[in-house]
T-cell receptor
């Protein structure tokens, strides 16, 4: 597609519920990143994929967070047993090989509210 | 540790010039990025600096001093549509570099008529 697509755009979850957030990167983009952005803050790194390989998951805040990219394109971020502190915007970004100097193309994010 | 500092809020007048500063302390450095983010939207790329000096792109310019761990974004001829959050981000370096970006908290710029 023309840009990075994320769904759903908004998600309200009851505390304790599991959620799955989807990211469709730009076709051909090898690198894919997930970030968490709390209200009024800058994005914080969660995890990184190169194709289907998850090379860095150092930013995942707990073992309730899990990400996958099984075929090297679409990625899913799963949060189990959601808690109120998980409320944030979850951003996905992708980049193509050799395009690093232009940064990354971000999706519009999924706003997760845990009630 | 990793630390990126930028002012939380700034206000400027339409048509004026504003400078948004960013200081950083990171383990490794492989470039500094500025992004613009309107409320509820995706961050969009504005500029990239990896060498010291000034990069100019239309109404926007960005400066980097690696020895001082300092950058600024300069916006000229401010327009109302420039009201947004401006994010400073450093790309980590090193042998295990994954290219991840470390962001500051963002500077909310309000442009007034």
């Amino acid at each position: 597609g023309a840009g990075v697509s994320q769904s759903p755009r908004y998600k309200v979850a009851k505390r304790g519920q599991d959620v799955a957030l989807r990211c469709d990167p730009i076709s051909g983009h090898v690198s894919l990143f997930w970030y968490q952005q709390a209200l009024g803050q800058g994005p914080e790194f969660l995890t990184y994929f190169q194709n289907e390989a998850q090379l860095d998951k150092s930013g995942l805040p707990s073992d309730r967070f899990f990400a996958e990219r099984p075929e090297g394109s679409v990625s899913t971020l799963k949060i189990q047993r959601t808690q109120q502190e998980d409320s944030a915007v979850y951003l996905c970004a992708s980049s193509a090989p050799g395009r690093g100097i232009y940064g990354y193309t971000f999706g519009s994010g999924t706003r997760l509210t845990v009630v | 540790g990793q630390n990126i500092d930028q002012p939380t809020e700034m206000t400027a007048t339409e048509g004026a010039i504003v400078q948004i500063n960013c200081t950083y302390q990171t383990s490794g450095f492989n470039g500094l990025f500025w992004y613009q983010q309107h409320a509820g939207e995706a961050p969009t790329f504005l500029s990239y600096n990896v060498l010291d000096g000034l990069e100019e792109k239309g109404r926007f310019s960005s400066f980097l001093s690696r020895s001082k761990g300092y950058s600024y974004l300069l916006l000229k001829e401010l327009q109302m549509k420039d009201s947004a959050s401006y994010l400073c981000a450093v790309r980590a370096g090193g042998s295990s570099n994954t290219g991840k970006l470390i962001f500051g908290q963002g500077t909310t710029l309000q442009v007034k008529p």
